[in-house]
C-alpha cells in the first residue's frame, strides 16, 4: 500500500479539463510545500511535472498546474491531448525518522 | 543535453549482489545531490535512497537499509547502488534521479533488476 493516496484512473475528452487527487498526512503533504508530480510513459524515463506543489519546470506547458489544501494536492490538466495520456504519481517530502521521499499509487490518465 | 543513463542490471539469484551505477552528463553533476528510486513491476514507484553533495548525508529506505550501498564519484560524474542480500521483492526497474528543490527533476530511463532462482 501507498504512503500517497491517488485514484487509479481517471478520464477525460480532448480539449476537457482533469484533476488528480493526492491526499497523505500531516507528516508530509500536509507538512511541506514539497509536493511533486511525474509523468509516466511505458518505456520512457519519467518526467518531471510539477514541484514545490504549483512550480513548473522549464518546457512544461502551463496546461499542467499544482495546488494543496491541507493534506491534499492536486494536479490539474486542461486542453486534454492525447499525448497526456500516461501514468501520474505525486510524491511528498516526508520529515520522519529516516528521512525519506513517499510516492503515491499512481493514477492512469486515459484520453477518450 | 541533461542525461542520466544507468547500466548494471539483470539476473540475479535471492542472497545475491549486484551494483548499479548512473553516468550523468550535460551538467556540472558535483553540486547535486542524488537519488535512487525503483518500480516493482505492475507497481508504483518507490523511493531507495539519497546521497547529498560531497557524500555529506546518506539516507535509504526501511526496505533496504542494511544491504544497500549508495556512492557517488564526482570526478567520473557517477553514482552508484551496491545492492546485496537481494531479495524477490527487490524485482523492479531502478531509475537515478536528480535532486531538485526535494523533487527528482531529471531521470534516467532505468535498468531491470531481476531476483529469481
Known amino acids: 500500500q501507498s504512503a500517497l493516496t491517488q485514484p487509479v484512473s481517471v478520464s477525460g475528452s480532448p480539449g476537457q479539463s482533469i484533476t488528480i487527487s493526492c491526499t497523505g498526512t500531516s507528516s508530509d503533504v500536509g507538512a511541506y510545500d514539497y509536493v511533486s508530480w511525474y509523468q509516466l510513459h511505458p518505456g520512457k524515463a519519467p518526467r518531471l511535472m510539477i514541484y514545490a506543489v504549483t512550480d513548473r519546470p522549464s518546457g512544461i506547458s502551463n496546461r499542467f498546474s499544482g495546488s494543496k489544501s491541507g493534506n491534499t494536492a492536486s494536479l490539474t490538466i486542461t486542453g486534454l491531448q492525447p499525448e497526456d495520456e500516461a501514468d501520474y504519481y505525486c510524491s511528498s517530502y516526508r520529515n520522519t525518522s529516516p528521512l525519506n521521499w513517499v510516492f503515491g499509487g499512481g493514477t492512469k490518465l486515459t484520453v477518450l | 543535453e541533461v542525461q542520466l543513463v544507468e547500466s548494471g542490471g539483470g539476473l540475479v539469484q535471492p542472497g545475491g549482489s549486484l551494483r548499479l551505477s548512473c553516468a550523468a552528463s550535460?551538467?556540472?553533476?558535483?553540486?547535486?545531490?542524488m537519488n535512487w528510486v525503483r518500480q516493482a513491476p505492475g507497481k508504483g514507484l518507490e523511493w531507495v535512497a539519497y546521497?547529498?553533495?560531497?557524500?555529506?548525508?546518506?539516507y535509504y529506505a526501511d526496505s533496504v537499509k542494511g544491504r544497500f550501498t549508495i556512492s557517488r564519484d564526482d570526478a567520473r560524474n557517477s553514482l552508484h547502488l551496491q545492492m546485496n542480500s537481494l531479495r524477490d521483492e527487490d524485482t523492479a526497474v531502478y531509475f537515478c534521479?536528480?535532486?531538485?528543490?526535494?523533487?527528482?527533476?531529471?531521470w534516467g530511463q532505468g535498468t531491470m533488476v531481476t531476483v529469481s532462482s
Open positions: 534521479a536528480r535532486d531538485r528543490a526535494w523533487a527528482f527533476d531529471v
Open positions: 550535460g551538467f556540472n553533476f558535483t553540486p547535486y545531490s
Open positions: 546521497i547529498g553533495i560531497g557524500s555529506s548525508t546518506i
